[in-house]
């Protein structure tokens, strides 16, 4: 096994490609090309790092990534090994036993998905440059500090330590103040909207939803019974006074006021008094999706809604997804003082179902500092990452698609003439296995829209030539769109 890594490792120290980066990707292509075969166990850290005459961290960067990934299993003191279910993943030659290699089939199914980032895909934070060496220690402590006490059954609600982490991080870093007894912890935004939902909602209620706007929350919204009112977004925001005068009498809001998904337009001062005043008279519920703006990559990040409610109408979600990364599940909900009572009556009867060791290792993560240095760091990053592909796309797509200027998140929108259909172009991007995807497919309604754009996320392409790859890849599919 040492002898074929030997082989496999050949490393060019003069690339631009950082060192971690060439492990990682000749080991992904000898498991995708079934050199390495699923439960093959692989060398220590120690060991290959020896070998190939790199530092530890330098092969636990490669490791971690893949096992991120899902291409490895880390199986404790039993060591590192190619993940078993790939046994039976799509992404992998047919015949994993015959020694003349099959073409290889891509089936771009959930999945698939799940177990890589396919280029492009939206809502995935930086996975190779998420501090995991740090976060394995502190889960390694929350392992060697259980207790008796911590074997039982875990508060409804969440862990008080991640309550009081995250209330000091809103009031540090989100500009409002609440009590560690209003943060509601989750598994996710689903979770959470469920949470919300069962509260302080009813089956036939009408809320305003964002046009365009996320498809899971329209999904969601539907299959809770709930009627969605769709309203325009223009370049102020959510159309408060139109949704006024089309749904005045609606039961609750949900928005992304500091960086609308998709379009990443930051709602107006104007707009969101307009829709605090309209919530405190008609006595309705805004639920605040404050999913990345903490990537904002000129000047400060804007203020949430939150930060302006005087009447203790906004229900403000917040996610780690983003920011950390998606596999923790882990999401969190402020409600106003007058709600905790009913929305801690709600969580006994549903209870957090974010294990407990996560939520301890999160709050230990905030509490030594980690998250604040990888949220700056992150920035950093992310305007460079977006500063690549926005470059790669204007040279080889110069007059097929144009590139918004967006202040921050982590996802691009380029704007794509008229000559193509977003969706169509989308559609096949996929089928060719980029994670490409349309604003119109984004419309509850397309009564007076003319969106013709697509999304792409930036943030894990991690150098200039992977970034041409892809851009010329979809602009082969773009141009065979006409």
């Given at each position: ?302 203020p949430p809604l939150k930060s302006l409610d005087r009447h203790g109408r906004v229900l403000y979600a917040g996610t780690f997804s983003k ?160």
């Amino acid at each position: 096994m040492m002898k074929l890594f030997s082989h496999l490792l050949k490393l060019d120290r003069q690339h631009k490609e950082p060192v971690y980066r060439q492990i990682y990707q000749r080991i992904k292509e000898a498991i995708v090309q079934g050199t390495l075969l699923p439960d093959t166990r692989l060398p220590s850290v120690r060991v290959l790092a020896s070998e190939v005459g790199v530092a530890r961290g330098t092969v636990e960067n490669a490791y971690g990534q893949l096992i991120a990934e899902g291409f490895l299993q880390s199986r404790g003191q039993g060591g590192t090994y190619v993940s078993a279910q790939l046994l039976d993943a799509p992404l992998l030659p047919l015949n994993m036993a015959d020694k003349h290699k099959q073409p290889i089939v891509v089936n771009h199914s959930l999945s698939a998905e799940r177990m890589m980032a396919r280029p492009f895909q939206l809502g995935l934070p930086a996975l190779d440059a998420f501090p995991r060496a740090q976060w394995g220690r502190i889960m390694a402590k929350q392992l060697h500090n259980l207790t008796a006490t911590s074997l039982g059954h875990p508060p409804a609600a969440g862990l008080p330590a991640l309550r009081e982490s995250i209330a000091h991080y809103l009031q540090l870093s989100r500009g409002f103040s609440c009590q560690p007894e209003q943060v509601f912890i989750c598994s996710g935004y689903q979770s959470l909207l469920d949470l919300v939902v069962n509260t302080v909602l009813k089956p036939g209620d009408i809320g305003w939803l964002e046009n365009p706007g996320y498809p899971a929350t329209q999904q969601l919204i539907r299959e809770a019974g709930l009627i969605p009112c769709p309203v325009n977004v223009d370049s102020d925001g959510m159309d408060v006074m139109a949704a006024i005068n089309d749904c005045p009498n609606a039961r609750f809001a949900i928005i992304t006021p500091a960086h609308q998904s998709p379009l990443g337009i930051a709602l107006s001062l104007a707009r969101r008094i307009a829709l605090l005043e309209w919530a405190e008279q008609q006595q309705s519920w805004i639920i605040e999706d404050d999913y990345d703006s903490e990537f904002r990559y000129h000047g400060r990040p804007l203020p949430p809604l939150k930060s302006l409610d005087r009447h203790g109408r906004v229900l403000y979600a917040g996610t780690f997804s983003k920011v950390m990364f998606p596999a923790l599940r882990l999401a969190y909900l402020v409600v106003p003082p007058e709600l905790v009572a009913v929305f801690n009556h709600r969580c006994q009867l549903r209870s957090c179902a974010s294990p407990p060791l996560i939520q301890a290792s999160v709050a230990e993560f905030i509490g030594q500092g980690h998250f604040y240095r990888h949220l700056k760091r992150m920035r950093h990053l992310y305007a460079e990452r977006r500063e690549m592909l926005s470059a790669s796309l204007m040279r080889q797509l110069t007059g097929v698609v144009e590139v918004e200027q967006q202040a921050g998140g982590i996802q691009l929108l380029a704007q794509l003439d008229r000559r193509f259909s977003d969706n169509i172009v989308a559609a096949r991007a996929q089928n060719e296995g980029l994670a490409i995807e349309a604003v119109s497919d984004w419309l509850l309604e397309k009564k007076g829209r003319e969106d013709n754009a697509l999304l792409m996320g930036f943030t894990n392409f991690t150098s200039e030539m992977e970034a041409d790859q892809q851009v010329a890849k979809l602009a082969k599919v773009i141009l065979s769109a006409n």
